[in-house]
């Protein structure tokens, strides 16, 4: 890796190499998702607590403090809506002089493996990387398997994060699964989770999380269960700690609780 990316990639990575990315990207094609209808102010407050925010340049141009000091990884793919006919069916949307322009650490594009867009969103990205690579630009690969979540299990994401890796991805963002190892440990490059839909309890979310990064993973670019839950800075908080200070599950719930009740007492 050369010097510059090596350097973009420490911004969003923390010394210790872990990273915690707050994803709100999801009105590309899920329009205005509950809790994220004013992107602008549900970030302000977790800014504090997050390494990266995983956004599109609308969001980040119109809805973002550009005096804010957190890192970006620009979501560059999309083409497709929750109402149109195949999820799958991604284009790169976004250049890389636009990329430099907004002062972007990395840029983030889907694959979906095994969808009948797969050559085209493979090709997507290795285009991506051919057009990132001279300026040092960092891609993250995310494993996207559209509506269908079943997908997700460690024999198909294994398959898929290889893949993103063979075609030049410094970093891929997949599921977590039953055996996550499986998934970790054939991938050559960092692995980081992602979210899915919102769980019951932020000790759920922990619990995959630790479990995760116990297996391998390096961290995660986590949105709904961390903007969607009633208390989303003790949540990051809580996420924070777990991810760069070595706490335990039933520790981060406890300080979530803590946090939350600080709020509570403050308010
Ligand atoms: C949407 C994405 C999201 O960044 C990713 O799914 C993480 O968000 P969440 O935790 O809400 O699932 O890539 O396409």
Redesign the pocket.
Known sequence: MGWGKQNRWAQITKRDGRCFFL?M??GY?LGPTRSLEKPGEMVAPLLPYVDAI?VTRGVLRASIDPNMNTPVILRVSGGTSVVGGDLANEGVTTSVDEVIRLNAAAVGL?IFVGSDYEHQTLTNLGELINKCEPYGIPVMA?T?VGKELEKRDARYLALSCRIAAELGATAVKTYWCEDFHKVTETCPVPVVI???PKCDTILEVYEFVHDGIERGAIGV?????VWQDGHPVAAARGLQALIHEGLTPQQASDLYNTVKNDAAVVA
Request: net charge neutral.
């Open positions: 994803a990207d999801h094609f995983f889907s995310v996207a992602a979210g899915g670019n986590l949105g709904r269960n």
